[in-house]
């Protein structure tokens, strides 16, 4: 019978929950690396076996793990990501400008065709790719080396590419988005990179529509649709229809446009789910209502998904990279939140359950689905 | 022979006990020791000092005979003890609050 594995990641060490396709009776293990940040998980889709961890510590530093049984036992492999050339500087919090540093890896990308290749999203941003397994990395330096480069600047949570979206159809084409610098495309398998922002409007940068400084906070993307974009940004739900070329705002009747995460249902293009949260000071759901918000007019018209959630006294966080889909027929939705929890909806949002209520705060969670 | 003891994460890191043994050849200094300790469990490299700049990590501390030695030079002599194996060379995650 098929199955499900979701991949948590928390501030001290990772979980693996496992059910069947019924998605009611929960395997869980772990703690993984038990007291580390475990920033991101991900399986390899060609591989269901091969998941690949960021492991990370303010006192040791940044380990990638790789797992060849489903996430049961463990390897660490390469953990030397050094920038091409000379690294050069980028802008500070205090307009100076500062050397690029690497403090970690934020986001693990493995191919949707080879279980080896897979791609790293690291703070100060760049984006690097290992072809043995994650044993060694090579920088992608033509997004760094961009002429805008030495604009980007951190945003309160470090200056870090967080999100990477690998067309499934086209092997060329890389997208990925920088806090806070913005989105970004390479239609030349990560050589050469342009900024993808017009459309976009930041109020906390002084040129409001500028080609880079927003704060982008995910991007989604549906693999049959791959031109089609969706992106939560510090502010707005926005939404692209040519590969980033041109925005447009599907914020509609959310209650704050404010958010981390964004996702796309397995079987429906035009299906999309942010969770929003009050505001950039104020990172907890609006009125203490944990809600997830459905659209499935591919934005603008919103419904609240609360059956299961709490609404009351709710003052978690949903963190960026938080929350994921699975393939099953019935589309299984998930999120984990910086309370610990991981709630999973087996019926594409209808109905929520906590698998898991008393994690460590919650930084990832990934499903892989199983034959 | 050396003698230097880590810290329960890396233990875990390189499956090994607390303390762990090193033959090095030459004079005793944090790099010959780094050096000689990465070589021989690889997955130590980048978790005590910087694989580019070799510079010690923030929150890590080398602690000697009572002292502490983590501002050292690299390549000042570790104490006489620790070069005979009398005494070990601590490697410490420094007491840290936060998250």
Request: overall charge negative; charged content about 20%.
């Amino acid at each position: 019978m098929s199955g499900v594995r979701v991949l948590v990641g928390t501030r001290k060490g990772a979980f693996v929950l496992s059910s069947d396709g019924r998605r009611e009776e929960w395997d869980i293990s772990g703690p993984h690396f038990a007291g580390w940040e475990i920033y991101h998980l991900k399986g390899s889709p060609a591989d269901q076996n091969r998941v690949y961890a960021s492991q990370s510590g303010g006192w040791f530093g940044q380990l990638i793990q790789r797992s060849d049984d489903g996430g049961t036992t463990w390897t660490p492999v390469g953990n030397s990501f050094t920038y091409d050339g000379i690294p050069g500087t980028h802008q500070w919090f205090d307009g100076t400008q500062h050397p690029w540093e690497f403090p970690r890896v934020w986001h693990l990308e493995p191919s949707p065709s080879d279980p080896n290749t897979v791609y790293a999203g690291v703070e100060d941003a760049a984006l690097f790719r290992s072809t043995d397994g994650g044993q060694n990395w090579v920088e992608l330096s033509g997004l760094r080396q961009h002429s805008s480069g030495a604009a980007w600047q951190p945003g309160a949570g470090g200056m870090c590419l967080h999100t990477i979206l690998l067309d499934p159809g086209n092997s060329q084409r890389i997208v990925v988005a920088i806090s806070a610098a913005g989105a970004f495309r390479s239609d030349d398998a990560g050589t050469t990179w342009r900024p993808i922002n017009r459309g976009l409007r930041s109020e906390g940068i002084p040129d409001q529509d500028a080609e880079v400084g927003h704060c982008v906070h995910n991007l989604a993307m549906h693999p049959s649709r791959p031109e089609v974009l969706f992106m939560q940004k510090h502010w707005d739900v926005m939404r692209s229809d040519n590969g980033g070329e041109l925005w447009h705002e599907i914020s509609g009747n959310l209650p704050s446009d404010f958010g981390f995460p964004i996702a796309v249902h397995a079987h429906e293009p035009e299906t999309v789910y942010v969770v929003p949260i009050k505001s950039d000071s104020q990172h907890f759901p609006p009125d203490g209502r944990l809600r997830v918000y459905r659209s499935r007019s591919g934005g603008n018209e919103w419904e609240a998904l609360t059956n299961g959630l709490p609404q009351r006294d709710c003052y978690v966080n949903v963190l960026r990279d938080a929350m994921a889909v699975d393939t099953l027929d019935s589309c299984g939705i998930y999120f984990g939140t910086t309370g610990g929890q991981v709630y999973a909806s087996p019926d594409g949002g209808d109905t929520w359950t906590a698998i898991v209520r008393d994690l460590p705060a919650v930084l990832s969670v990934e499903v892989q689905t199983l034959p | 022979m050396i003698r230097v003891e880590l810290p329960a994460h890396l233990r875990t890191l390189a499956r090994v006990g607390r303390e762990v043994t090193l033959e090095i050849e030459g004079p005793v200094t944090q790099r010959s020791v780094l050096d000689a300790l990465e070589g021989q469990y690889p997955v130590l490299r980048g978790t005590i000092r910087d694989q580019a700049t070799q510079r010690r990590r923030p929150f890590v501390r080398f602690f000697a005979c009572e002292q502490d030695v983590s501002h050292e030079l690299p390549d000042a002599p570790l104490p006489e003890a620790v070069a005979i194996g009398a005494e070990p060379l601590l490697i410490i995650g420094a007491m840290a609050g936060g998250a």
